[in-house]
């Protein structure tokens, strides 16, 4: 009955992965919005490594999926392309809403076919200067990388929810949910293992917040 339904990891959960499409199926006959965020595919890439992962049971059932989230290396073993921009353009071939692909270090793609959030063209975003920086200047303040994909899908959900909260379909805003994805995502590099303990409540927001306010300073600069 939620307004959001999330899929993440199914991979790891093979009789869930497997019946991805008729889930999905279910959702939008409930007019629901549907997040898919992958993982690596350990099971199929163990049966054939030469294959591409199969996500869903046809290709045509990309439509069922409003936003899809997946980092570099399951995008390329998802599509059968070689390098990240070949698999955005295949993507965007597909009847997939939105999708994004997160690239560690390097820039993220994303694209909209105007579904859901407004319409765009394949576009980049730089990660958080400001979370390189800190890590770069101040090294005892580092974590590690684990949970950093799962933060970001976080922060995509946390704005697809507000938005939904204040918005109508087709009026969402993809860079403000990616910027609230790379803020939550890049903290979780000050974190080991992926989990922040707060202090108080509202501690960890605060401290996303800050990044997210500074990354939006940054972005916009980066138009001028």
């Not at 939620?2 to 990891?9: E, F, K, P, R, T």
Request: hydrophobic fraction near 35%; proline fraction near 3%; glycine fraction near 8%.
């Amino acid at each position: 009955d939620a307004d959001i339904q999330c899929y993440g990891g199914t991979a790891l959960v093979p009789h869930l992965h497997d019946h991805l499409s008729s889930l999905l199926y279910r959702s939008k006959q409930r007019e629901c919005i549907t997040v898919v965020n992958t993982v690596f595919d350990f099971r199929n890439q163990k049966r054939d490594p030469e294959k591409p992962w199969p996500l869903l049971d046809a290709s045509v059932d990309f439509s069922l999926i409003d936003v899809l989230i997946m980092d570099c290396e399951e995008a390329l073993n998802i599509s059968g392309m070689n390098t990240i921009d070949m698999a955005a353009k295949y993507f965007k071939c597909t009847a997939v809403s939105s999708f994004i692909i997160t690239n560690g270090a390097n820039n993220l793609i994303c694209y909209s076919n105007g579904r859901l959030f407004e319409k765009t063209e394949i576009l980049k975003f730089p990660i958080s200067k400001m979370i390189s920086e800190e890590i770069k200047t101040k090294p005892e303040l580092r974590g590690d990388t684990t949970g950093c994909g799962d933060n970001f899908a976080g922060g995509i959900i946390y704005s697809l929810a507000m938005q939904l909260k204040n918005s109508r379909k087709g009026s969402f805003s993809l860079p403000e949910a990616i910027s609230w994805g790379i803020a939550s995502g890049g903290f979780c590099c000050f974190t080991v293992g992926g989990t922040y303990l707060e202090k108080y409540h509202g501690d960890k927001r605060e401290k996303v917040l800050a990044i997210r306010k500074e990354y939006i300073h940054q972005i916009e600069s980066n138009k001028l």
